[in-house]
């Protein structure tokens, strides 16, 4: 009976190791870079991208479906949501944080911050 119990704890204990595991999302930085981009701390969690620049980075949009990214209202005022607007094709992903107002269909849409 006190072997049974001796065992079993140490297979309860053997269960409750754990081996390091490699970071699915860890950013490969050779590949990163030979895509033209660079790798840097993000959001509010600061996880490492990498970040490309668009190809159409600030073309002028009136949609999504005109960029790569989104398309987002240009300057720093707020425009009236609902109201027509164009924009430019986003810069990178990395304008994913902070505040942005995006441009859908020509229309204004409110502003979102995400940190």
Do not use: H, W
């Not at 269960?15 to 950013?27: E, F, I, K, Q």
């Not at 490309?52 to 240009?74: I, T």
């Amino acid at each position: 009976m006190r072997l049974t119990l001796i065992l079993s704890t140490l297979l309860v204990l053997a269960g409750c190791t754990t081996t390091p595991a490699t970071d699915p999302s860890a950013v490969d930085a050779a590949q990163c870079a030979a895509s033209g981009g660079r790798v840097q701390t993000l959001g509010r969690l600061q996880r490492e991208q990498c970040v490309v620049v668009y190809a159409d980075a600030g073309k002028a949009c009136s949609s999504k479906s005109d960029c790569s990214g989104q398309c987002l209202a240009s300057g720093d005022e707020e425009l009236v949501p609902g109201a027509k607007a164009t924009g430019v094709c986003q810069r990178d992903v990395s304008q994913n944080f902070g505040c942005r107002q995006r441009i859908d269909g020509g229309v204004a849409q409110g502003t979102i911050c995400v940190d």
